[in-house]
């Protein structure tokens, strides 16, 4: 017999219930692209073979045909806008990698340095981004000014953050979006891990700037998120927790993680993972019924034309839908929208490379019990095949 409680779960949620929820991967507005908007910075790059912004553009260029600058605001999503305009999410959530600021004050000897010029925000709010992700390895690549800048930049642009902050208290705050009016809110959490790259010397502090650096992916960790999540989620929130994690490249995924995501769903009030720091796209875990992204690869950078990474097909992408039943935090449904980047902007991807995508999604999700189908209009959607075995506790 069912009790109340199964019966409740096994109802399917009402269309007042339903909150979609895009997820975007790493976005890099800085460097090559900045050059190409209508306010570029001072094109000075402090990396260790190229000195200027510019040499980006050219480099996309000789891959792929010439790019007509300056650019409007929009050009650079491209198709993206059209899918949005679509699908209609409720929340749009990108991880930001770009800082926005006029500083000259770049992280000496960090190699990759992203400047945005403030007077190209009109690139995010073109694109309506409600929430950027903010706790990663870029945002302070021109120094504190700079991150100070960049938070004051899209809070006048009305656009939230999460992830950092003039102290430890502001890093750790989230974004709160509300959704439909009575209808709940989405909690957006921002966290890095020193895996990504992100200097330990980045960590907000009680009196420093800085970012939402985690000590570790331990029991203790997920006790302390926890009580942050039990402080502000109410019945109807959906809570996301937008972790930068683990290297560039590569398709494993540690134990560790693994675990701390579970840990979440079950223990800190988490509904759904946003993980990201992967250039490419990982495998897709549906862990008793909510949504972990492991890695969602690149939505938009300027990697066109560089060299050495090219099985791992960097310039393909993913735009994410995911719609939950905001009363129980769970998935109903996952689409995916294949994406390439060229000419410094976001094109829908061939079906040949659709079908990579795919291939790639089934093996890497074996391991997870998911493998995703296509419906022939483009948009590949996520099934759940076997039970998952429930997380024992968190490594150590």
């Excluded at 003039?166 to 895996?195: C, D, H, L, M, Y």
């Excluded at 509904?271 to 992204?293: A, F, T």
């Amino acid at each position: 017999m069912e009790t109340a409680q199964s019966q409740a779960d096994n109802q399917s949620p009402t269309k007042e219930n339903l909150i979609v929820i895009f997820l975007g991967g790493d976005v890099m507005t800085g460097r090559g692209i900045d050059q190409i908007l209508s306010h570029p910075s001072a094109p000075f790059i402090p990396e260790f073979e190229l000195r200027d912004a510019r040499e980006y553009v050219r480099l996309a260029e000789e891959a792929n045909g010439s790019i007509p600058t300056p650019v409007s605001f929009s050009y650079i999503w491209g198709n993206a806008l059209e899918e949005w305009e679509r699908v209609a999410p409720d929340v749009k959530l990108i991880n930001l990698e770009t800082s926005i600021t006029l500083s000259n004050d770049y992280w000496w000897g960090k190699g990759i340095n992203y400047r945005m010029n403030p007077e190209n925000i009109g690139c995010l709010t073109a694109a309506k981004i409600d929430c950027c992700s903010l706790a990663n390895n870029h945002v302070l690549d021109w120094g504190y000014s700079g991150l100070v800048e960049t938070i004051a930049t899209l809070k006048t642009a009305q656009i939230q953050t999460a992830g950092a902050g003039q102290n430890r208290q502001e890093a750790e705050t989230p974004a709160i979006i509300e959704v439909k009016k009575g209808q709940g809110r989405a909690i957006a959490f921002s966290f890095g891990v020193t895996t990504s790259g992100i200097p330990l010397s980045w960590a907000a502090d009680k009196n420093k700037p800085g970012i939402n650096l985690l000590p570790d992916l331990s029991e203790r960790t997920v006790r302390y998120i926890q009580k942050q999540v039990e402080r502000i989620k109410q019945p109807g929130d959906v809570v996301i927790a937008s972790i930068h994690w683990g290297g560039n490249w590569g398709y494993e995924i540690p134990f560790r993680q693994i675990e701390f995501a579970h840990q979440l769903i079950d223990h800190a009030g988490v509904d759904l993972i946003h993980g990201h720091s992967s250039h490419h796209v990982k495998g897709l875990e549906i862990y008793r019924e909510h949504l972990i992204i492991y890695g969602c690869g690149d939505l938009l950078d300027d990697y066109e034309g560089i060299g050495g990474y090219e099985a791992f097909r960097d310039d393909l992408g993913l735009m994410y839908f995911a719609t939950l039943d905001s009363e129980r935090g769970k998935l109903v449904n996952l689409q995916m929208i294949p994406t390439q980047i060229k000419h410094f902007r976001v094109q829908l991807a061939s079906t040949e490379d659709l079908l990579w995508l795919r291939k790639i999604l089934n093996r890497e999700g074996k391991k997870f019990g998911t493998q995703v189908q296509w419906d022939r209009n483009k948009t590949l959607t996520l099934e759940k095949l076997d039970p998952i075995p429930s997380s024992r506790g968190v490594a150590e």
